[in-house]
Nanobody
Framework: QVQLVESGGGLVQAGESLRLSCTAS????????MGWFRQAPGKEREVVAA????????YYAEFVKGRFTISRDNAKNTLYLQMNSLKPEDSARYYC??????????????????WGQGTQVTVSS
């Protein structure tokens, strides 16, 4: 079992930054891949970024490349998402996810078997 708790969301203006955190407990954090997803009202949940078990390999959705950075600190059991140059269209509920089925970078939702409750990010124009 893996428990995931996100934090760091909030209301910011366009162009500002936020850093999301996801703290994991349960199974050894360094043994599984992680990802960030988001879901806006009326839209399907989509992948934002993903990272492998040691943090060497990453994946980014095209719409966040150059603005967002995913990272992990295995000593602190924590996953991060640094979000810069935020846009109103980035407004969504952001979820972290863990895949205990693989250690590689995974960009599709079905690969993840544990999910957090999410943290809301709202970007005003």
């Amino acid at each position: 079992q893996v428990q995931l708790v996100e934090s760091g969301g909030g209301l910011v203006q366009a162009g500002e930054s936020l850093r999301l955190s996801c703290t994991a407990s349960g199974r050894t954090f360094s043994s599984y891949a992680m990802g960030w997803f988001r879901q806006a009202p009326g839209k399907e949940r989509e992948v934002v970024a993903a990272i492998n078990w040691v943090g060497e390999n990453t994946y980014y959705a095209e719409f966040v490349k150059g603005r967002f950075t995913i990272s992990r600190d295995n000593a602190k059991n924590t996953l991060y998402l640094q979000m810069n140059s935020l846009k109103p269209e980035d407004s969504a509920r952001y979820y972290c996810a863990a895949s205990t089925l693989s250690r590689t970078v995974l960009a599709f939702q079905s690969a993840y078997n544990y999910w957090g409750q999410g943290t809301q990010v709202t970007v005003s124009s």
